[in-house]
């Protein structure tokens, strides 16, 4: 009687089993095959109002999130390596975190950013290292440039990205050895032509003018990454 009683309760319990397993982990050490995907995935999580938490230095910078279908289905898509643990294993996962010996930490991500990358309209998102791992991590983001920088658009942006730039309007290092190459001197005909069109006598006024807009972007607390 004993052993029916208990088939009985393990078949009524059976429907709620997979709800213990209520976590998804996200590794993104070397057991990982998609790590440019899984950043992806985090941003669309974040979309979604899924927050996201960030395991600093455990397991490469691990992510973990609430497990729901749509987030499974989404990995399986993406081809990204996880895992679906239960509470009590990621309350393990947090005590080892918050050991004070232990070099690591969590943070919460609740809020998706809107990205913005320095470059010229005319690349392609292949030409540009940055944009080409934005497109294939499927992360959004906004080409933004002369025009748009002068424009005050930059307080619309989280996130400035900028790639090896010369703001002193001397068309770069590779005028030496380029400056006779049609490729090169096309930029120099566009970059002339934006100055113009933003009423700059000269490339370097306006390059000026925009590295004060990025300053004051700063200042106002948006995030900027440098190149170089």
């Excluded at 989404?74 to 947090?94: D, N």
Aim: charged content about 20%; overall charge negative; proline content about 5%.
């Amino acid at each position: 009687m004993f052993l029916k009683r208990l088939a009985l309760l393990l078949a009524l319990l059976a429907p709620t089993l997979p709800a213990l397993a209520n976590h998804i982990f996200i590794p993104m050490d070397n057991s990982q095959k998609e790590h440019l995907k899984a950043y992806g995935l985090c941003y669309w999580a974040l979309s979604k109002q899924i927050e996201v938490d960030w395991l600093l230095n455990y397991k490469g910078g691990a992510f973990a999130l609430e497990a729901q279908p749509s987030v499974e289905s989404e990995l399986a898509v993406r081809g990204i390596t996880f895992q679906t643990i239960s509470e009590a294993q990621y309350t393990g996962i947090l005590s080892e975190i918050a050991d004070p010996n232990a070099n690591m930490d969590v943070m919460k991500l609740e809020k998706v950013p809107k990205i913005a990358v320095y470059t010229p309209k005319g690349k392609q998102p292949w030409d540009d290292a940055v944009t080409m791992v934005l497109t294939y991590a499927e992360i959004p983001y906004d080409k933004i440039y002369d025009d748009e920088v002068l424009a005050g658009t930059l307080p619309k942006y989280d996130w400035l990205h900028l790639h090896h730039e010369d703001f002193t309007g001397e068309y770069g290092k590779f005028y030496s050895t380029y400056r006779f190459a049609p490729w090169y001197q096309q930029q120099q005909r566009e970059a002339e032509a934006a100055a113009k069109r933003n009423g700059f006598t000269k490339v370097s006024q306006m390059k000026a003018a925009e590295a004060v807009k990025m300053q004051e972007f700063i200042a106002g607390g948006g995030f900027m990454f440098a190149m170089c």
